[in-house]
């Protein structure tokens, strides 16, 4: 049946080792974090005034003190060696959007000898070859270099492998004249804006002890996992991550069987194994479930300080990947793995908490808990309405241009989702509450009389972009397989920018000696006012939405590279530069650097398809027309004459093996002419629009002779094969 070359990708597939096969606890209490050199072993391990030095560095998002550096990596080393680490490295994201690692030994010689060792000054930096990162032309040629530092605000681990572990130091990755070529980097200056701006409103509302205000993000991550057998067969599955052709399956998700359904064993198995090494790893994984499309799942973990969470999402994709090879399993992290079903995304869940524990967006029983929370509320329905733009880019890619807008994830305009009950609290201070309103909602300004705000704020709209689910925001438009830094940054930004302006206006009302009372009596309808036309309650979904959202102004940038060209608009690259998130050379870079993956990404895509379709499907259909035309010859040769069955088959497969070929044809011209193309944004455009149309046809073809070449013939798995084999 197969041929050996399919037999052994079908065995390579299966073999894949266990990735970090150690022993973890067994008791949930001592698996929690025992692989991270967090706090507390720092506190045992390290001398006292070293500990106390480091826990601040860490507190204020500091750099590391070189004076501490030598004894810090000394400790960091003999925890590991007892864990059983031989190697350590610098572990960065790159703007690859990967995470990137190069592994060196402990050992170093010494009079003929190998001792272990492990200085400061590489725990502080390293200098990896990294020539061949995306930089954007941040390094020149002549200056390829880019250094790595370790971020202290992120604590070292170790991961196991097969045969031993390796200590990852999470680092920051930059390049020669100090530019970020990471992202970890621009998140950490967003999140110092974020805190400076918040700092100021808590001031005006008395509050004198919070000394920092963090974003706190929540990474619910969806994905698939195809029988990594199966995969092996699809060419299309292991080289780009989805599938670019493929007839729907009969069943699909329509009967909702498998959202929220019994979760398969042998899934079970894979993401308790996952939940133990996540543990380990001080990663809270806390929900699980089957999610709306045959064979996909979602993960979600506790909240976290934002750049915690950011890494921690990078170390839940790469274990479940990791996972899954070990599980039989191929996980498609993928935002449209499957036509005709849902894609994934990652719903990035984002709230302000102070220094005090005290969550900014928890309306809070006393009136000026409310008065405080509605400024926080105001800021970020300014930062969305003035910024829906920036917001925009922290969502693109090619694989999440097949999931937004199409009425399965939330459309690419964004709106906010508030709920009833709150708009109605807005409508009534701004004055333009119509006819009798839910009696809870009523509110006067004036802090010394606002009534506390309803209960139960969180109300539910799938189809919301951007919904505020009671005491945070939920961003639903991020792509499933992307790092959710992107996404922080820019809302960090933002609101960090809108809190800056309603500080400035407060601040100088105050000075002049309004109270705040009457100074906020005055801003709060002026913005929500202004701002509401963010707020959309209704369904996303509906044809009548952008229309309406055009009406209101609102940006509408169905594609990546729609998106991508306003990066250079003034009033989106001010929302970075204005608290110095980010360059202006730094954002050129990364436009041009996403612009660039985005073309490549399609090429490949392309490419693929082209060979797919070529050495697999069209052969096939023509062996399955050739046996037609015999069989449609013989019945003629009985002397049936005419429009037979037979003859009807042989024609059906002869339109779609020419169709297939003219379009292949056309495919292979469209490959060619991108390549042509010289600048980038052209490239861009004809990625976008005439090669995935040709894309598309092809694929129309292949998906029509997939129904009707015999099953046995058709050389790749099925769409029904590949969902509904767990
Ligand atoms: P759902 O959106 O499915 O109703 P939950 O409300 O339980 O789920 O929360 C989903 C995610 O939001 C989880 O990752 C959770 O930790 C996170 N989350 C909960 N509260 C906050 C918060 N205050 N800030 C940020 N994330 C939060
Ligand atoms: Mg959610």
């Keep these: 049946m197969f041929s050996s070359r399919q037999s052994a990708l079908m065995a390579i597939a299966a073999s894949a080792l266990p990735g970090g096969s150690h022993a973890c606890p067994a008791n949930p209490d001592e698996r929690f974090g025992c692989d991270v050199f967090h706090l507390e072993v720092m506190r045992k391990r390290l001398p006292r005034p070293v500990f106390v030095k480091l826990e601040k560095i860490i507190r204020n998002g500091e750099m590391l003190d070189p004076s501490i550096a030598d004894t810090v990596a000394n400790a960091m080393k003999d925890w590991a060696i007892e864990h059983g680490a031989t190697h350590y490295t610098h572990w960065f994201q790159p703007m690859t959007g990967l995470t990137a690692e190069k592994h060196d030994a402990f050992w170093e010689y010494a009079g003929g000898?190998?001792?272990?060792?492990?200085?400061?000054?590489?725990?502080?930096?390293?200098?990896?070859?990294?020539?061949?990162?995306?930089?954007?032309?941040?390094?020149?040629?002549?200056?390829?270099?880019?250094y790595t530092a370790w971020d202290p605000s992120v604590p070292v681990f170790i991961a196991h492998g097969p045969k031993g572990s390796t200590l990852h130091i999470p680092c920051f990755f930059y390049s020669y004249s100090g530019e970020a070529l990471d992202r970890k980097i621009p998140l950490l200056r967003s999140v110092n804006a974020l805190s400076t701006q918040a700092l100021r409103i808590l001031r005006l509302f008395g509050n004198t002890t919070a000394t920092r205000v963090s974003a706190m993000v929540g990474a619910e991550q969806e994905y698939f996992l195809v029988d990594r057998r199966l995969a092996a067969l699809r060419p299309?599955?292991?080289?780009?991550?989805?599938?670019?052709?493929?007839?729907?399956?009969?069943?699909?998700?329509?009967?909702?069987?498998?959202?929220?359904?019994?979760?398969?064993?042998?899934?079970?198995?894979?993401?308790?194994?996952?939940?133990?090494?996540?543990?380990?790893?001080?990663?809270?994984?806390?929900?699980?479930?089957?999610?709306?499309?045959?064979?996909?799942?979602?993960?979600?973990?506790?909240?976290?300080?934002?750049?915690?969470?950011?890494?921690?999402?990078?170390?839940?994709?790469?274990?479940?990947?990791?996972?899954?090879?070990?599980?039989?399993?191929?996980?498609?992290?993928?935002?449209?793995?499957?036509?005709?079903?849902?894609?994934?995304?990652?719903?990035?869940?984002?709230?302000?908490?102070?220094?005090?524990?005290?969550?900014?967006?928890?309306?809070?029983?006393?009136?000026?808990?409310?008065?405080?929370?509605?400024?926080?509320?105001?800021?970020?329905?300014?930062?969305?309405?003035?910024?829906?733009?920036?917001?925009?880019?922290?969502?693109?890619?090619?694989?999440?241009?097949?999931?937004?807008?199409?009425?399965?994830?939330?459309?690419?305009?964004?709106?906010?989702?508030?709920?009833?009950?709150?708009?109605?609290?807005?409508?009534?201070l701004i004055g333009t509450a119509t006819g009798p309103h839910d009696k809870r909602a009523t509110i006067e300004i004036g802090v010394s009389t606002?009534?506390?705000?309803?209960?139960?704020?969180?109300?539910?709209?799938?189809?919301?972009?951007?919904?505020?689910?009671?005491?945070?925001?939920?961003?639903?438009?991020?792509?499933?397989?992307?790092?959710?830094?992107?996404?922080?940054?820019?809302?960090?930004?933002?609101?960090?920018?809108?809190?800056?302006?309603?500080?400035?206006?407060?601040?100088?009302?105050?000075?002049?000696?309004?109270?705040?009372?009457?100074?906020?009596?005055?801003?709060?309808?002026?913005?929500?006012?202004?701002?509401?036309?963010?707020?959309?309650?209704?369904?996303?979904?509906?044809?009548?939405?952008?229309?309406?959202?055009?009406?209101?102004?609102?940006?509408?940038?169905?594609?990546?590279?729609?998106?991508?060209?306003?990066?250079?608009?003034?009033?989106?690259?001010?929302?970075?530069?204005?608290?110095?998130?980010?360059?202006e050379r730094e954002m050129l870079a990364r436009q041009d650097i996403l612009l660039d993956t985005y073309i490549k990404t399609i090429a490949i895509e392309g490419q693929v398809l082209s060979d797919m379709a070529r050495a697999t499907v069209l052969p096939a259909a023509l062996k399955e027309q050739s046996e037609a035309a015999e069989l449609a010859l013989r019945v003629r040769s009985l002397g049936l004459e005419g429009d037979t069955p037979e003859l009807a088959r042989f024609n059906t497969l002869r339109s779609g093996t020419s169709g297939l070929a003219a379009a292949l044809d056309a495919l292979d011209a469209a490959l060619a002419e991108l390549s042509a193309i010289e600048d980038t944004p052209g490239k861009a455009h004809f990625a976008q629009g005439s090669l995935l149309s040709a894309m598309d046809t092809v694929r129309g073809f292949c998906d029509s002779l997939e129904k009707i070449v015999l099953r046995e013939r058709w050389p790749l798995p099925t769409y029904a094969d590949m969902m509904w084999s767990h």
């Design 450 to 583: 606002l009534p506390p705000l309803p209960v139960d704020l969180s109300d539910r709209n799938r189809t919301s972009p951007f919904a505020f689910t009671g005491n945070k925001f939920e961003f639903r438009a991020v792509g499933s397989s992307k790092s959710i830094a992107p996404v922080n940054i820019a809302l960090n930004a933002a609101v960090a920018g809108a809190l800056d302006d309603i500080a400035t206006e407060m601040e100088a009302s105050i000075a002049e000696g309004t109270s705040l009372n009457d100074t906020l009596k005055e801003l709060l309808p002026r913005l929500f006012k202004e701002h509401l036309p963010i707020v959309f309650n209704g369904n996303g979904y509906s044809s009548a939405w952008p229309e309406e959202a055009a009406r209101r102004g609102l940006p509408n940038y169905a594609n990546t590279v729609t998106a991508l060209e306003h990066y250079s608009d003034p009033s989106v690259m001010n929302v970075f530069l204005r608290h110095h998130v980010l360059t």
């Design 236 to 428: 299309d599955l292991m080289l780009t991550g989805r599938t670019l052709l493929g007839a729907p399956s009969p069943k699909g998700q329509e009967l909702g069987d498998h959202y929220f359904g019994a979760i398969p064993a042998r899934v079970l198995a894979f993401m308790q194994d996952v939940e133990m090494r996540l543990e380990a790893l001080g990663i809270p994984a806390k929900t699980r479930h089957n999610e709306v499309a045959p064979g996909q799942f979602e993960l979600a973990p506790l909240f976290e300080e934002a750049n915690i969470a950011t890494d921690h999402n990078m170390l839940v994709m790469n274990i479940l990947k990791d996972t899954a090879a070990a599980h039989g399993f191929l996980c498609l992290l993928h935002e449209k793995p499957f036509e005709g079903v849902n894609g994934s995304g990652k719903h990035n869940n984002w709230s302000l908490c102070d220094s005090n524990g005290n969550n900014l967006l928890n309306p809070g029983s006393t009136p000026q808990d409310n008065a405080q929370f509605l400024v926080f509320l105001a800021a970020v329905l300014r930062a969305v309405h003035l910024h829906a733009d920036v917001l925009r880019l922290g969502t693109v890619g090619a694989g999440n241009d097949h999931r937004l807008g199409a009425n399965e994830a939330p459309p690419a305009i964004l709106s906010v989702y508030l709920g009833e009950q709150l708009t109605d609290v807005l409508d009534s």
């Design 113 to 146: 000898r190998v001792i272990s060792e492990f200085s400061g000054k590489r725990l502080i930096s390293g200098e990896p070859d990294a020539s061949s990162f995306p930089s954007g032309g941040l390094r020149s040629t002549f200056e390829a270099r880019g």
